[in-house]
Structures are given as structure tokens and as C-alpha cells.
């Protein structure tokens, strides 16, 4: 059971986060200021600081607020019948792929902007926890570093993925900083995993 204090904590990290976007989508995002952030969310700087590093981190974490979580709980949702690595990487794949509303629009604002880019794709690696466990909870026989191992190793190739989608090589971005994605993002998502798929099948047969 959550107790009192980490209930305080996520509540602040929670407002905190709604306050960036907020702030983020009436300005833009490089007319906030931390300190406009925490005022709008009640607190002081230094609280800020002890949950965010930046700006950046805060706006980026309201898109991508427990999306850790839910690619876990996608997993576990997969049919049993399903490999693991097939399990994996539709969950992985959906959940990257599908913002509704006003994540949709927060995303199109950080496309604009390098220092949003940079941050979306480096929470990549925040999916290592959350997958290994989910892994170790489908497939019981997997030994728990070779959950983790594989758990960072999809964390990787997703990061590659967000960095290809984007920030494609190719004509410089439009006069208005936008950065049309490249390609299909669900299919770099499948190609940048793909070779992970022999190590997952792999651990899902040993379970």
C-alpha cells in the first residue's frame, strides 16, 4: 500500500508535470522558465529541481508520464500463446504509437524544439524496470539478469528508433523549426527490434 508520503511526492511530480505542458503549449516552450513552472504548481524552485532537472524533462514527462508502465501492463495483457517477442514488441509498438488528444499535439510541439527532441527520445531507457519485471512475470524461467539485459536492450532500439523518426537526415527543417517525422513510426519501431527478436524467442523457450 502507497504510503502518505509517496502519494505527496506523486501528486507534486504530477502537478508539476501539468503545469510545464500547460505552460508549454500557451507560450511555447522556450518562453517557460523553471521558476514559472514551480509557481504554477505551488512550489518552490528547489522542490522543482528534486524532480526535474529541466524544463525540458518536466514538459516531456506529462506526454510521457507512466508510459513505462503501461508497456509492462501491455505485456502482461498479450495473449499466452504469443512469444515473447512477439509480445514485447507489440507492446512496446502500441503504446509508443498511439497519443490521443493532447499528447498528440504536445508531440508536434516537441518536434519543434532540439533540446524536447533530445529529452523524448532519452526516456527510452526509463522502460528497463518496468519491462524486466513484466518479462520475469510472463516467463518465470527467465533468469532476472537476462531480463534486465534484454529489458535495456529494447530500451535502446527504441531510442534509435525516436531518433530516426525524429530527426531524419536529409533538407534542413522548415523555416517554423518543425521536424517532419521520417517514415512510419511504427515501422522503425519493428525494424529497430527486430534484431532483438532471436534473443527474446530465445529466453521465451528456456522459460
Known amino acids: 500500500m502507497t504510503g502518505l508520503r509517496e502519494r505527496k511526492k506523486e501528486a507534486t511530480r504530477q502537478a508539476l508535470r501539468a503545469a510545464a505542458l500547460r505552460l508549454a503549449m500557451e507560450r ?13 504548481a505551488g512550489v518552490s524552485k528547489r522542490t522543482y529541481n528534486n524532480y526535474f532537472a529541466s524544463r525540458e524533462d518536466a514538459i516531456v514527462a506529462a506526454v510521457t508520464a507512466e508510459r513505462e508502465a503501461r508497456v509492462a501492463t501491455a505485456l502482461a495483457d498479450r495473449p499466452a500463446a504469443a512469444g515473447l ?19 498528440r499535439d504536445a508531440l508536434l510541439m516537441i518536434t519543434a524544439s532540439p533540446a524536447l527532441r ?57 523555416p517554423a523549426g518543425l521536424v517532419v517525422p521520417a517514415g512510419s513510426l511504427p515501422d522503425l519501431l ?17 522459460s
Do not use: F
Not at 529497430?192 to 527478436?197: E, F, G, I, N, S
Open 190 to 206: 519493428r525494424a529497430a527490434l527486430a534484431p532483438l527478436v532471436p534473443a527474446l524467442e530465445a529466453a521465451g523457450r528456456h
Open 118 to 174: 533530445a529529452s523524448y527520445t532519452g526516456t527510452a531507457a526509463m522502460i528497463e524496470g518496468p519491462l524486466a519485471e513484466a518479462i520475469t512475470a510472463r516467463c518465470p524461467g527467465v533468469d532476472p539478469l537476462t531480463a534486465r539485459v534484454l529489458s535495456a536492450a529494447v530500451g535502446a532500439a527504441v531510442k534509435v528508433a525516436l531518433q530516426q523518426w525524429l530527426e531524419p537526415t536529409g533538407p534542413p527543417p522548415s
Open 28 to 40: 511555447g516552450p522556450e518562453n517557460v522558465r523553471v521558476d514559472d513552472i514551480a509557481a504554477a
Open 85 to 103: 517477442a512477439d509480445a514485447v514488441i507489440d507492446a512496446v509498438v502500441e503504446q509508443y504509437t498511439d497519443p490521443g488528444g493532447q499528447a
